[in-house]
């Protein structure tokens, strides 16, 4: 029962971590716009073996997360290679496993190292969350997302299964055409596959039109509002 409890928890945590850079993310993109310029450096930030140590996203006191390459894990590498923390965010947790990857989550991007490829690559973040099952205050995921956050949910891809690799990509690419402003938002930086994933739903709410991606969530607002 002990083993069994531990993974559960373990789980509990991964799935707070999840929803804690989802609500991070949704909360920093209300309105198309820029990346955030380069931040100053901030009092107690400082460089530690194979990484640096941010306090910002930190429980306080001076506590935070240090990002760093540990072993054959090059998260610091990674997370400076994707454009540091005017792309990714600050660091919100330490390295943890979730179902034999081990992970980072950042204000907009969590990442994750696979054993077996020994490589970094980015979680599909949005779709994690989108298809946990889960709920918010009772309310399921999916319609939490649409009725809070106007996300719609994703839409019917099995038309992609055994489709050569760059047929899916531009049948998902089809949906930015629905909107120039976030297309453009879009391809603004030149690794966009990796920070966004793959578009995956668009829905026109009226004040406001949503691209959904795996990884990512555009929202462009045409009406001033909170």
């Known amino acids: 029962m ?5 993974s559960l928890q373990s789980r509990r945590r991964a799935l707070q971590l999840h929803r804690r850079a989802f609500l991070a ?11 955030l310029p380069a931040t100053a450096r901030t009092a107690g930030e400082q460089a530690v073996a194979g990484g640096w140590f941010y306090p910002q996203a930190g429980p306080g006191n001076g506590t935070g997360y240090m990002v760093a390459n540990v072993g054959a ?12 923390i005017n792309s990714l ?7 943890y496993d979730h179902n ?51 996300i719609p949910a994703t839409a019917d891809w099995l038309s992609d299964v055994g489709r050569p690799w760059e047929e899916v990509v531009d049948a998902n690419l089809a949906l930015l055409d629905q909107n120039a402003a976030i297309a453009a938002r879009f391809y603004a930086i030149s690794n966009w596959l990796d920070l966004y994933g793959l578009p995956t739903a668009y829905a026109d709410f009226g004040p406001v039109r949503t691209l959904r991606a795996q990884r990512a969530v555009f929202q462009h607002w045409t009406d001033a509002g909170p």
């Not at 894990?73 to 540091?84: K, L, N, R, V």
């Not at 690559?121 to 939490?144: K, R, T």
């Open 25 to 35: 993310l949704a909360g920093a993109v209300p309105a198309l716009g820029t990346l």
């Open 73 to 84: 894990q090059g998260f610091y590498d990674a997370f400076t290679g994707a454009g540091s």
């Open 100 to 150: 034999g990857f081990i992970r980072q989550a950042f204000q907009r991007a969590v990442l994750q190292w696979d054993p077996n490829s020994d490589a970094i690559s980015f979680a599909n973040l949005i779709d994690e969350v989108g298809d946990s099952g889960g709920s918010v205050g009772g309310v399921p995921m999916a319609e939490w997302l649409l009725s809070v956050w106007q």
């Open 2 to 6: 002990k083993g069994t409890e531990g």
């Open 89 to 95: 965010g600050y660091p919100i947790s330490r390295r």
